[in-house]
């Protein structure tokens, strides 16, 4: 479980009550430090709650449409949903006014309405409307979670509470509140870019069933029915981790020509070369090979998982590198130990092909680099080139993304994309995009820099673009249009490094707290 260390204030708007259930569980997924605000519905305006909401890290929307409709639910019509999204919308637009975080809701329910219980789910269409409604509201501006779903997980006859509902409007029960904390806090984590981004997997019985290097890969235990139909399947999962932005690595020892022939050539195999972005197959210890994992895809070691189904290298990694999250495979094994990934909410196939390919290209550079001795020379070889150039309305979705995700070559500030156009619609503002490409490849937009008046309030570079010059360029374009006097920061843990760097590029400006991150 992953315990929050700085306290983190989370604010839950509902028409309804959620003690004693809420607070403890929340403090246990998030943290001891968590601080709750409990604000009710229609009085979210009230000065002290705006205060509370004004400094909260995470809001979230529950609303029970039985208590939001009384007396009007059994007899729900079209223009019911009109009026019900128009109040949501409402308490979206109040919400956003005055916090800076993205709205999460959860979406609405109606298994336990008593009609439906009687008689059938006669109002499922209902609900089921209403939500897509909703989501069409409020589209990307909000986050949101599928009450349903969760409540289809836990069992209806498990997720309610008629006593409690009925004594002080606590309609959900112990089970269902905790289901639905854990999502806000998956959630929570993933908004944030705090989990994993890389998923380096062993290959002998984790990938496929027996060794590779003994047993011959035509006798291997892979698809059909029986074991072999297990090991695809987890295939099929972490491919579907692949679709959603997470990096997959190999791990394993063994030779890399066998390993790249069953990759290329195994009829069952779903995993493809393609799909990998490194592979470190050799007879070297496991540890080792994973900081050079690291090092070459040029992510953090604290940003990676480890999947083996050996408890000695289960062991091994979590003496030496204790930063890396490892799981130990089991072909039974709960899937709920990869609830830890970064997944992107709107990746295209487009983005992650680009990746693969960057990645590819990395291998190239790398190919490129070991034939120089001198850094300089290896850098006028790659022949860099650079745009820099006011940011237009098509990039902004790109650089929010970037501001959201970049950890490391960062001033620590993030932003949506609705808060850039609104940045850049007041003019007070100067927006630029970086973009970067070499002998090898296009990396597309990859840094970002915002600038008002003399004050730098943004400079953002992806990770990938690192060890290129690229941020010295950047430092050197800012000092050839501005007097940067001031430098707006906040540490994120990872970008300590990054605070040294702008303080030695900028040395006669002074550093204050970033409000929005």
Same mark, same amino acid.
């Given at each position: 479980?992953?315990?929050?260390?700085?306290?983190?204030?989370?604010a839950?708007?509902?028409?309804?009550?959620?003690?004693?259930?809420?607070?403890?569980?929340?403090?246990?997924?998030?943290?001891?430090?968590?601080?709750?605000?409990?604000?009710?519905?229609?009085?979210?305006?009230?000065?002290?709650?705006?205060?509370?909401?004004?400094?909260?890290?995470?809001?979230?929307?529950?609303?029970?449409?039985?208590?939001?409709?009384?007396?009007?639910?059994?007899? #729900?019509?079209?223009q %019911? !949903?009109? +009026?019900?999204? $128009? @109040?949501?919308?409402? &308490?979206?637009?109040n919400?956003?006014? =005055?916090?800076?975080?993205?709205i999460?809701?959860?979406?609405?329910?109606?298994?336990?309405?008593?009609?439906?219980v009687?008689?059938?789910?006669?109002c499922?269409?209902?609900?089921?409307?209403?939500? #897509?409604?909703?989501? %069409? !509201?409020? +589209?990307?501006q $909000? @986050?949101?979670?599928? &009450?349903?779903?969760?409540?289809?997980? =836990?069992?209806?006859?498990?997720?309610?509470?008629?006593?409690?509902?009925?004594r002080?409007?606590?309609?959900?029960?112990?089970?269902?509140?905790?289901?639905?904390?854990?999502?806000?806090?998956?959630?929570?984590?993933?908004?944030?870019?705090?989990?994993?981004?890389? @998923?380096?997997l062993?290959?002998?019985?984790?990938?496929?069933?027996?060794?590779?290097?003994?047993d011959?890969m035509?006798?291997?235990?892979?698809?059909?029915?029986?074991?072999?139909?297990?090991?695809?399947?987890?295939?099929?999962?972490?491919?579907?981790?692949?679709?959603?932005?997470?990096?997959?690595?190999?791990?394993?020892?063994?030779?890399?020509?066998?390993?790249?022939?069953?990759?290329?050539?195994?009829?069952?195999?779903?995993?493809?070369?393609?799909?990998?972005?490194?592979?470190?197959?050799?007879?070297?210890?496991?540890?080792?090979?994973?900081?050079?994992?690291?090092?070459?895809?040029?992510?953090?070691?604290?940003?990676?998982?480890?999947?083996?189904?050996?408890?000695?290298?289960?062991?091994?990694?979590?003496?030496?590198?204790?930063?890396?999250?490892?799981?130990?495979?089991?072909?039974?094994?709960?899937?709920?130990?990869?609830?830890?990934?970064?997944?992107?909410?709107?990746?295209?196939?487009?983005?992650?092909?680009?990746?693969?390919?960057?990645?590819?290209?990395?291998?190239?550079?790398?190919?490129?680099?070991?034939?120089?001795?001198?850094?300089?020379?290896?850098?006028?070889?790659?022949?860099?080139?650079?745009?820099?150039?006011?940011?237009?309305?098509?990039?902004?979705?790109?650089?929010?993304?970037?501001?959201?995700?970049?950890?490391?070559?960062?001033?620590?500030?993030?932003?949506?994309a609705?808060?850039?156009?609104?940045?850049?619609?007041?003019?007070?503002?100067?927006?630029?995009?970086?973009?970067?490409?070499?002998?090898?490849?296009?990396?597309?937009?990859?840094?970002?820099?915002?600038?008002?008046?003399?004050?730098?309030?943004l400079?953002?570079l992806?990770?990938?673009?690192?060890?290129r010059?690229?941020?010295?360029?950047?430092?050197?374009?800012?000092?050839?249009?501005?007097?940067?006097?001031?430098?707006?920061?906040?540490?994120?843990?990872?970008?300590?490094?990054?605070?040294?760097?702008?303080?030695?590029?900028?040395?006669?400006?002074?550093?204050?707290?970033?409000?929005?991150?």
């Amino acid at each position: 479980m992953n315990r929050m260390e700085t306290k983190i204030h989370i604010a839950v708007v509902s028409n309804i009550i959620f003690e004693p259930h809420l607070l403890p569980l929340i403090k246990r997924y998030f943290g001891d430090n968590t601080v709750v605000h409990s604000i009710p519905f229609g009085e979210h305006m009230n000065a002290e709650y705006q205060t509370q909401l004004a400094s909260t890290d995470l809001v979230v929307v529950w609303l029970s449409i039985e208590a939001l409709l009384p007396g009007q639910f059994y007899s #729900l019509a079209e223009q %019911d !949903a009109d +009026g019900t999204i $128009a @109040l949501c919308k409402k &308490l979206h637009a109040n919400l956003t006014s =005055v916090s800076h975080v993205k709205i999460l809701w959860l979406l609405f329910e109606d298994y336990g309405i008593p009609l439906s219980v009687a008689v059938g789910h006669v109002c499922h269409d209902f609900a089921d409307k209403l939500n #897509l409604k909703l989501r %069409d !509201a409020l +589209g990307d501006q $909000a @986050l949101f979670i599928d &009450l349903k779903h969760l409540i289809a997980e =836990v069992g209806i006859l498990n997720a309610y509470d008629a006593k409690s509902k009925y004594r002080w409007n606590a309609p959900y029960s112990k089970t269902l509140v905790e289901a639905a904390v854990k999502e806000i806090h998956k959630q929570y984590l993933i908004e944030k870019g705090d989990t994993k981004k890389c @998923l380096v997997l062993d290959c002998d019985n984790v990938l496929w069933g027996g060794i590779l290097s003994e047993d011959g890969m035509e006798n291997l235990k892979l698809g059909g029915s029986g074991l072999g139909h297990v090991y695809q399947d987890f295939q099929r999962f972490v491919l579907s981790l692949y679709h959603h932005g997470v990096i997959l690595a190999v791990c394993s020892k063994n030779d890399l020509s066998d390993i790249l022939t069953m990759f290329r050539e195994h009829s069952e195999m779903i995993l493809r070369e393609e799909h990998i972005a490194c592979f470190e197959a050799n007879w070297e210890d496991k540890p080792g090979n994973i900081k050079k994992i690291a090092e070459k895809l040029n992510i953090s070691l604290d940003s990676m998982v480890f999947a083996d189904d050996s408890p000695i290298e289960i062991e091994a990694v979590r003496a030496m590198l204790p930063e890396v999250t490892p799981i130990l495979f089991k072909r039974n094994m709960d899937y709920e130990q990869f609830s830890c990934f970064n997944l992107k909410r709107d990746v295209s196939i487009a983005d992650i092909e680009k990746r693969s390919q960057t990645y590819r290209t990395n291998r190239l550079r790398e190919e490129l680099k070991a034939k120089y001795t001198d850094y300089a020379e290896y850098i006028a070889a790659l022949e860099i080139k650079m745009d820099i150039h006011e940011a237009a309305p098509i990039e902004f979705s790109r650089i929010s993304e970037l501001t959201q995700r970049t950890n490391k070559c960062t001033n620590g500030r993030r932003y949506t994309a609705a808060e850039i156009k609104e940045r850049v619609a007041s003019q007070a503002v100067k927006l630029y995009s970086v973009s970067v490409s070499d002998r090898f490849s296009d990396l597309g937009l990859v840094g970002a820099i915002e600038v008002e008046g003399d004050a730098l309030i943004l400079f953002s570079l992806s990770c990938r673009a690192l060890g290129r010059g690229a941020e010295e360029r950047m430092i050197e374009f800012i000092l050839d249009k501005y007097q940067i006097k001031k430098i707006e920061f906040k540490s994120i843990g990872k970008n300590v490094a990054f605070k040294t760097f702008l303080e030695k590029a900028f040395p006669n400006a002074c550093l204050s707290n970033c409000e929005n991150t």
